[in-house]
């Protein structure tokens, strides 16, 4: 399984990730420790490297409220994941507690142990109803959010505050320019700074007004959400729904966006996380939809630096929505240690708020990011709760193929899509429809 980005922490990310071979890294919060479960007095969390930033205060906490040490073993997303299988199908564990992936959730759901004491009525009104729905397989919850992301709308508010540029927008089009916050507005809004800019610069734009991300899958599937549907690809019962009119409404509004109106920059179908956030961050967008973390992140050499505000997903048909992004704290049946590792996960909720202090800035509760939201340089985070909070925002299929019908299907089809050969978009979702048939069963 290659990276899904589920989390914001990809390619993309500032964060550099550490891995030192096949077994990975392994660090203490305190001087000793083991890297075997098992140990008394001791526990080993299994995590990725970038989450390993994010859990680390929760664990010095922990270590010095119960004397219990945690010895972190850190690997490379694909590897993280080649372990947790190779492990949990086995039996034979060798760490207390992993932070897993959303998406893996479904695929290790038997040998994971459920949690349902931990889910009291004030974590359940805690939470965020993508991510309570996204941590329950078979009726029981087997995942603890510990962090969470979701896509935003970043902006230039250099440009979006320029006096010329406003009375030019309002000639134009009839009405203020303002930050959008439906479909049509963010058409028009980036119709006008590419074209504005193509005037500027002899017909060939310097700034584009959007990106479009032909190379993963996420954004469209926000885009499907918006449009309405309260499922992505497959429903509730497993059916594949991926040629609804919804979908279709999506493919058609995401690719018109390079295609017909050509407000992104060309080679559409090439672009993923990394690409987009360095057009952005180097001046050549004047919006982009993003992963929430990635506002602290901005380099101070960089031309937008200071010059970036965030809001919330703009909304179609369906209101505003987006695809969570949430790593999950997860006990193996298996361990010897379940009890502790248990209480880890209920102090690493209660503690949730230690994430925003990391390089990543993330933390999964309401409570904890509504106390960071009204902080200088946590702009970031109201409209994060907005968009996590939405009726639109939903989780992706839990279904155990699903990172498949990603990599075979999904981002194919929307190249295909998005790359201004004039492909029938219906005829895209038909046929993705019977390969994902194909692959579900």
Not at 41 to 47: A, I
Not at 200 to 210: E, S
Not at 242 to 268: E, F, R, S, W
Request: aromatic share 8%; with cysteine.
């Amino acid at each position: 399984m290659r990276r899904s980005v589920v989390a914001g922490l990809a390619a993309a990310t500032l964060v550099t990730v550490a891995a030192c071979g096949a077994g990975g890294t392994t660090s203490k919060s305190t001087s000793s420790g083991t890297a075997a479960a098992g140990g008394a007095g001791t526990l080993t969390v299994l995590v990725e490297g970038g989450g390993h930033g994010e859990l680390q205060p929760v664990a010095d906490k922990f270590t010095q409220e119960t004397g219990t040490k945690i010895t972190f073993v850190e690997l490379p997303y694909d590897g993280l994941y080649d372990r947790l299988n190779s492990e949990l199908s086995s039996g034979n564990v060798s760490f207390d507690v992993a932070a897993l992936d959303a998406v893996w959730l479904t695929a290790f759901k038997d040998g994971l142990t459920p949690i349902d004491d931990l889910f009291t009525d004030k974590v359940k009104g805690d939470m965020f109803p993508s991510l309570l729905k996204e941590a329950q397989s078979n009726g029981h919850f087997i995942g603890m959010p510990a962090w969470t992301n979701a896509e935003l709308l970043f902006y230039r508010t250099d440009l979006f505050n320029d006096e010329s540029k406003k009375a030019a927008f309002k000639a134009k089009y009839g009405y203020d320019l303002v930050v959008p916050t439906t479909w049509q507005q963010y058409l028009d809004v980036a119709k006008f700074f590419t074209q504005d800019s193509a005037a500027a610069n002899g017909g060939t734009p310097k700034l584009y007004g959007t990106d479009v991300k032909g190379k993963v899958e996420t954004e469209w599937l926000a885009t499907v959400l918006q449009a309405g549907d309260k499922n992505v690809v497959l429903d509730d019962s497993g059916k594949v729904i991926i040629n609804d009119a919804a979908h279709k409404k999506a493919l058609d509004y995401y690719t018109q966006l390079a295609t017909k109106d050509k407000v992104a920059p060309a080679g559409a179908s090439q672009i993923d996380w990394a690409a987009a956030q360095n057009l952005f961050n180097q001046g050549g967008l004047a919006m982009t939809r993003f992963w929430a973390h990635a506002y602290t992140q901005i380099p101070k050499d960089s031309p937008v630096y200071g010059k970036v505000g965030v809001a919330p997903m703009p909304a179609g048909d369906g209101g505003i929505g987006a695809i969570p992004g949430a790593w999950y704290l997860s006990v193996p049946k298996a361990t010897k240690n379940s009890a502790e590792a248990k209480k880890f996960i209920e102090f690493a909720y209660e503690n949730n708020a230690l994430g925003l202090n990391t390089t990543l800035g993330l933390a999964a509760t309401k409570s904890a990011l509504q106390s960071a939201a009204a902080q200088a340089g946590h702009e970031n985070l109201n409209p994060l709760i907005t968009t996590l909070g939405a009726n639109g925002t939903q989780p992706r299929p839990a279904n155990a193929k699903w990172q498949q019908i990603v990599d075979t299907v999904l981002v194919p089809m929307i190249q295909k899509a998005v790359d201004g050969n004039g492909t029938d978009n219906q005829k895209l979702l038909d046929d993705a429809k019977k390969q994902i048939e194909g692959i579900v069963g």
